[in-house]
DNA sequence: GACCCCGATGTCAGGAACTGTCATCAGTAC
DNA sequence: GTACTGATGACAGTTCCTGACATCGGGGTC
């Protein structure tokens, strides 16, 4: 006999998504998500830091992808480590879950805040991603600058990916649009 | 004969400022703010959206020179588009408010969610830049491109501008900072 | 000059997000 | 069997933020 079911962290976050879908952010209380659960508001706050958070768990694993990406690459070109990094990346995407993510955007992109939260959480990538390219020789100039520009790819490519079809996976998309950024700095037109 | 003091706003401003540089923003509440600028609570509320606007009223001026830049830029390359635009943004920051940013920022860098806040301001920035790259003939990929581009540039060579002693302007350091994404991005190093 | 509206502020009540503290009690270790 | 642990509940309290209504100097209208 079990005193609580197990999983209360799950259950919370499923509660979250489906009522944040339903009524929006800030029609959502976390009493309600809580009672959804069965749980307390108490309780929602010993798992999560504050009520945006239960939408951003799991986002260290993603990074430790970036940043094994950065140390593996076999090469000293800044674009080429950038890419493998993004490589790396897009498996935290499968395709099956672009229905998924699609949900989940559509909830922060309604929001303010959560859309500040998901800034933040890219600002920490890059950061890291910046200290994984320092050791490996960059100035912290070009390490930040790589770092920086990576995340925009990323975050080019994962709205493209998101908005289309289910035409091409994530990380054929963002390979197109490294590409093109390099292009786009490296061609000038007159 | 005048029933209230004015200027407001700027005392609220001012006060924020200085009480977050004593005890912090958490340690900071808006009834203190409020009070110290002789004013109450609700009339804090009335000119900032919440406790973090305080700090970033103005912002949209900024904008407008970022746009005006991209709008008047007599090249159809983006680099030298993005250029001409950091060089009207630069002017928003003379020498003279070096040591102002410098406080500003280490109250921001102290408190992730005036981080978060700060990086919602750069992502609306980059929106606007991507809609006045897409009216110049761009691409949305293209335009999203060199907008964020654009921003991280301005970022990394902010943060130097606030790190370094009083040596080279803002303007001439984002110079460098877009010369070395160039090189960076268009130099491959085996 | 009497009248009236406007706009910035004050006052008050209240909801929701968080936090600190202590109690509860199944499972586990010994 | 006793003591400890760890997840949860219960509850009070602070702060952020909002809605509703009152106040009253200034400026316009007649």
Chains 1, 2 share one sequence.
Do not use: N, Y
């Amino acid at each position: 006999m079990v005193r609580w079911e197990p999983g209360a962290r799950e259950r919370l976050q499923a509660a979250a998504l489906e009522r944040f879908g339903a009524r929006g952010f800030d029609g959502t209380t976390v009493a309600e998500i809580a009672a959804a659960a069965g749980l307390t508001e108490r309780t929602f706050f010993r798992h999560f830091a504050d009520k945006r958070e239960v939408l951003f768990a799991g986002q260290d694993e993603f990074e430790r992808l970036f940043v094994a990406g950065i140390e593996e690459a076999e090469t000293t070109d800044p674009v080429a480590i950038i890419a493998v990094a993004l490589d790396g990346a897009a498996a935290f995407f499968p395709d099956d879950r672009r229905s998924w993510s699609r949900m989940r955007q559509v909830v922060i992109d309604a929001d303010p805040g959560l859309q500040e939260r998901e800034l933040l959480k890219l600002s920490g990538l890059a950061t890291t991603m910046t200290g994984a390219l320092r050791r490996r020789g960059f100035d912290a100039t070009a390490a930040a600058l790589a770092a920086e520009s990576g995340v925009a790819v990323f975050r080019v490519g994962f709205a493209t990916w998101i908005a289309e079809g289910e035409d091409r996976p994530l990380a054929a998309i963002l390979r197109a649009v490294l590409a093109e950024l390099r292009s786009l700095v490296c061609a000038p037109r007159t």
